[in-house]
């Protein structure tokens, strides 16, 4: 399992202190989560703070748009230093595109589904991804409760991704916390993104160590 805290769920006036939370819990990757209030109701960070981020810290960007057409300042978020880059199925017109050209500028490239958006529709794009991005809330806010549904979505993706051998990643996203992370990493997710459940507690670095103990079956 690689854990992926959410900085939008930090103190946002103190992004070293987040990115600190991060390195010393143990983190895999920083998620990032970009909103242009389109898409999703709310704004929240662009370009200029994924380079900051960038150059303040070792570990992986895990960039997470949430945008009406993310294609367009694609080239800008890579040059920023976007590792891994995840776009919405909702918002992308020629997804296929869309990925060739993550996985061209050297990040590794996702799609996000929105929780109502069956795993299905990627059956015929699964070989161009590295990962998808399965939201357990409706994306635009963190702190949100998990939605008990997309365990199942996580265990049929698993499974079509199994039956064609292929090495695709997937992450979950919302709503993650010490009550449902070992169902989730249970279920075939890869990827545990958590916000609040980190960055709201009262030791955001031990509460990290503590969801990664509880997904690799430590128990409570
Ligand atoms: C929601 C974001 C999530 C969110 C996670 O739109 O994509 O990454 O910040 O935060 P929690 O874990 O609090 O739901
Ligand atoms: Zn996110």
Same mark, same amino acid.
């Not at 930090?10 to 895999?28: I, N, S, T």
């Not at 920083?30 to 981020?53: A, E």
């Not at 993550?102 to 795993?119: D, F, H």
């Given at each position: 399992?690689? &854990? =992926?805290?959410? $900085? ?23 998620? /990032? ?5 389109? %898409? ?6 662009? $370009? ?14 895990? /960039?997470? &748009? ?8 694609? =080239? ?10 995840? =776009? ?34 990627? $059956?015929?794009? &699964?070989?161009?991804?590295? %990962? ?8 635009? %806010? ?19 991704? !199994?039956?064609?051998?292929?090495? /695709?990643? $997937? ?10 992370? !070992? ?13 609040? =459940? ?23």
């Amino acid at each position: 399992m690689q &854990l =992926a805290p959410s $900085i939008l769920a930090a103190d946002l006036a103190d992004f070293k202190a987040a990115l600190g939370v991060c390195e010393r819990g143990g983190a895999d990757l920083v998620h /990032v989560d970009v909103m242009d209030g389109h %898409f999703v109701p709310n704004l929240t960070f662009g $370009i200029p703070v994924v380079r900051d981020l960038a150059r303040a810290t070792e570990l992986p960007l895990d /960039v997470h &748009l949430m945008v009406t057409h993310p294609e367009r300042l694609l =080239a800008e978020y890579l040059d920023a230093g976007a590792s891994w880059v995840s =776009a919405h199925w909702e918002a992308v017109t020629h997804l296929d595109r869309m990925m060739a050209a993550i996985r061209e500028g050297g990040a590794k490239a996702g799609v996000a589904l929105n929780p109502a958006t069956p795993v299905e529709v990627l $059956i015929d794009v &699964l070989p161009s991804l590295d %990962f998808v991005l399965l939201m357990s809330v409706n994306p635009g %806010f963190a702190g949100q409760p998990f939605l008990p549904y997309v365990v199942d979505k996580a265990r049929r993706l698993r499974r079509l991704i !199994e039956d064609r051998s292929l090495h /695709v990643e $997937i992450e979950m996203d919302g709503g993650i916390d010490a009550t449902n992370i !070992e169902r989730v990493v249970a279920a075939g997710v890869d990827i545990c993104v958590a916000g609040s =459940a980190i960055f709201g507690a009262e030791t955001p670095e031990e509460s990290a160590h503590e969801l990664r103990r509880l997904a690799e079956g430590g128990g409570r």
